[in-house]
C-alpha cells in the first residue's frame, strides 16, 4: 500500500527527523507539515482529495491551536483521514480527549521510529488503536473506572439492598430458590420475598428479564 502521511508539530526539528524518515520507506511519503493546528487545517483544505494524506501525526500541545481541537475540526471536514497522536503527555484526560476527538492511537514520543510506523500501519490495515504500554494501562484503568461509577450511579437509581443484589448475582449463576437459601441461610419464602422486590425495582416480572436487566446494566 501507498502510505500518505502529514506530522503536525510546532517543533521543526521533529517534524523533518519524522519526515526524513519516512520518506526513507518504500512506498511511503510525507505529504503535508504543519506547525500547529491551524497550519494544518489550513493547509489540508488546500489540498485536492487525491492529495489528502492517509494519516496523522499529531502533536497534542501547540500554540494557536492543540492536536485535539485540530483532531476535532479535520474529522469533520476530512472523516477518511486518521489520527495517531504523538506526544510527552500521558495524562488521563489527555488520552480520553484525543480518543473521543477522533484520534485512532496514542503514542509517546519517546517510541522507536519502528514502533511508530507499525502503529501508522495497524491503524490503516487493521483498524487498530495502538497505545504506548503507559498510555494502554491508564486508558484501561480510565475505563474500569468509568465501569464502576457507571454500576454505582445504576446500582443507587435502582435501589437495590445488597441483600437483593447478592440474590440477584446468585439468580444471574443460575441458581433456584431453594440453592440461594442453602448458600445464604434463610428460607425460600425469604428469597421469593427478596425476588418479588428485585422484580418490582426493576420494573420486571419474570426472572429472565431480571437477569437480562443485570447483564445490560453491568451489575456484576
Do not use: W
Request: aromatic residues 6%; glycine residues 4%.
Amino acid at each position: 500500500m501507498n502510505l500518505t502521511v502529514g506530522i503536525v508539530d510546532d517543533k521543526p526539528y521533529l517534524r523533518h527527523a519524522l519526515a526524513e524518515k519516512i520518506n526513507q520507506v518504500p512506498n511511503a511519503r510525507v505529504v503535508l507539515m504543519a506547525e500547529n493546528g491551524e497550519d494544518f487545517i489550513q493547509k489540508l483544505k488546500a489540498l485536492l482529495p487525491q492529495e489528502l494524506p492517509t494519516i496523522v501525526l499529531m502533536d497534542l500541545e501547540m500554540p494557536v491551536m492543540n492536536g485535539i481541537q485540530a483532531v476535532c475540526l479535520a474529522k469533520e471536514l476530512f472523516p477518511s483521514i486518521e489520527f495517531l497522536m504523538l506526544t510527552v503527555f500521558d495524562e488521563d484526560e489527555k488520552i480520553f480527549d484525543a480518543l473521543k476527538a477522533g484520534a485512532s492511537g496514542y503514542l509517546l514520543k519517546d517510541e522507536s521510529f519502528e514502533k511508530i510506523f507499525d502503529s501508522m500501519l495497524q491503524v490503516l490495515t487493521e483498524g487498530g488503536v495502538p497505545m504506548s504500554p503507559r498510555i494502554a494501562r491508564k486508558a484501561l484503568a480510565m475505563l474500569r473506572k468509568a465501569k464502576i461509577e457507571k454500576q454505582a450511579t445504576t446500582l443507587h437509581e435502582t435501589n437495590l439492598t445488597d441483600r437483593e443484589l447478592e440474590i440477584l448475582e446468585l439468580v444471574v449463576k443460575g441458581l433456584n430458590y431453594q440453592e440461594i437459601g442453602v448458600k445464604l441461610f434463610i428460607s425460600p419464602n425469604t428469597v421469593r420475598k427478596h425476588i418479588q422486590n428485585i422484580y418490582q425495582k426493576l420494573h420486571v416480572t419474570t426472572k429472565l428479564a431480571a437477569v437480562k436487566v443485570a447483564i445490560k446494566k453491568g451489575f456484576f
